[in-house]
């Protein structure tokens, strides 16, 4: 298993980590800052460093067949021959993407405030966030976007805590989303709470406080179907940085 650095501090850009596997899949470490792939989130990419100069980039980060494996591929298909397992590297997340996937999947929780209805699917790129709604009525663009300027100014924080699979069995309108269940055979739940606007299990890496989201809109709405109904936000200035 990789111990997941990224679960308890999203701001953390690099670590020491050793090689424990290598295989065509990629690069497994025994510890880890990058965020694999899942609940809708992309994974994230960044750089591998070795203390004689080596560098391996990284295009992607994604979990593997085994619970609590997580695969760092490749930039390039003949990357692996030159590191070696036992070996102790410096693991560098590209931090421009994920400072925006942090800002995008936070705004996708204050969107699940402002629409109550279940999610039906989910996607957090550097370039944009998606969620599609189950729901018949429609949405106004405009107001959406006022809802989140609104939550995102008040500078709401943010924070995490772990929950037990009981303690979520007891409270099942915790979650929110129809198609990406948390989840299980680890013992507990990780919960994401916006104080006083959403809480709702979630791994995936968010700010500290909703004011570092910085300037999100929606972008677009769609009707999909007969029950689902599409929100896409983007940064208002995609070239700027809240902080």
């Known amino acids: 298993m990789t111990e997941e650095l990224f679960r308890e501090d999203s701001t953390l850009r690099h670590c020491l980590a050793r090689i424990i596997a290598i295989d065509a899949r990629g690069i497994q470490l025994d510890r880890s800052v990058c965020y694999p792939v899942g609940g809708g989130q992309a994974g994230d990419s960044g750089y591998l460093r070795a203390a004689d100069g080596r560098v391996l980039a990284l295009a992607d980060t994604r979990k593997g067949t085994e619970p609590g494996q997580i695969l760092h591929l490749p930039a390039v298909a003949?990357?692996?021959?030159?590191?070696?397992?036992?070996?102790?590297?410096?693991?560098?997340?590209?931090?421009?993407?994920?400072?925006?996937?942090?800002?995008f999947h936070t705004a996708t929780h204050l969107l699940c405030a402002l629409v109550p209805h279940p999610v039906d699917g989910c996607s957090i790129t550097a370039g944009y966030a998606r969620l599609d709604f189950h729901m018949a009525e429609p949405l106004d663009k405009a107001e959406l976007?006022?809802?989140?300027?609104?939550?995102?100014?008040?500078?709401?924080?943010?924070?995490?805590?772990?929950?037990?699979?009981a303690e979520l069995d007891a409270n099942p309108g915790l979650v929110r989303s129809m198609s990406v269940q948390p989840p299980r055979g680890m013992g507990r739940i990780r919960v994401l709470e916006i104080?006083?606007?959403?809480?709702?299990?979630?791994?995936?890496?968010?700010v500290g406080n909703t004011a570092e989201i910085g300037p999100v809109i929606v972008t677009k709405v769609e009707k999909k179907s007969a029950m689902t109904r599409r929100v896409i936000l983007g940064f208002a200035d995609p070239g700027a940085s809240p902080g």
């Open 145 to 165: 976007s006022a809802g989140i300027a609104r939550l995102v100014a008040a500078a709401h924080p943010v924070s995490h805590r772990w929950i037990s699979e």
């Open 195 to 206: 104080h006083g606007v959403d809480l709702q299990p979630c791994g995936g890496t968010h």
């Open 78 to 103: 003949d990357g692996l021959s030159a590191w070696h397992v036992g070996e102790q590297v410096e693991v560098e997340i590209d931090w421009a993407k994920r400072d925006a996937h942090r800002r």
